[in-house]
Nanobody, 124 residues
Framework: QVQLVESGGGLVQPGGSLRLSCAAS????????IAWIRQAPGKERTRVSC????????YYADSVKGRFTISKDDDKNTVSLQMSGLKAEDTAVYYC?????????????????WGRGTQVTVSS
């Protein structure tokens, strides 16, 4: 059974940091690209970052470049998103999603497997 389980969300003040983790099971982790996709209230889901399955190439939305870092551990089947310099506009539910290929689609609709999400709230 495929499972993606996110953890690490919470409430943080502007300028603060959080580390999200995604634990994957039930599929060949190394053959999939893993993305973090977020959805703010009233907005569409958007891809924040992705790490490709083949070469570990990383992708970032312009809005988070220089502030977020994605990484993965193929031995532990986990992907992490280190977020720093958080802003109010980063507030959203963050989902971990998997795409069966060595590249990272920008369209969230193409991702095959999804976790349930973790809430990140940036507020003073």
């Amino acid at each position: 059974q495929v499972q993606l389980v996110e953890s690490g969300g919470g409430l943080v003040q502007p300028g603060g940091s959080l580390r999200l983790s995604c634990a994957a099971s039930g599929f060949t982790f190394s053959g999939y690209s893993i993305a973090w996709i977020r959805q703010a209230p009233g907005k569409e889901r958007t891809r924040v970052s992705c790490i490709s399955g083949t070469f570990g190439t990383t992708y970032y939305a312009d809005s988070v470049k220089g502030r977020f870092t994605i990484s993965k551990d193929d031995d532990k089947n986990t992907v992490s998103l280190q977020m720093s310099g958080l802003k109010a506009e980063d507030t959203a539910v963050y989902y971990c999603a998997a795409y069966e290929s060595g590249w990272c689609p920008s369209d969230p609709g193409l991702y095959k497997f999804w976790g349930r999400g973790t809430q990140v709230t940036v507020s003073s």
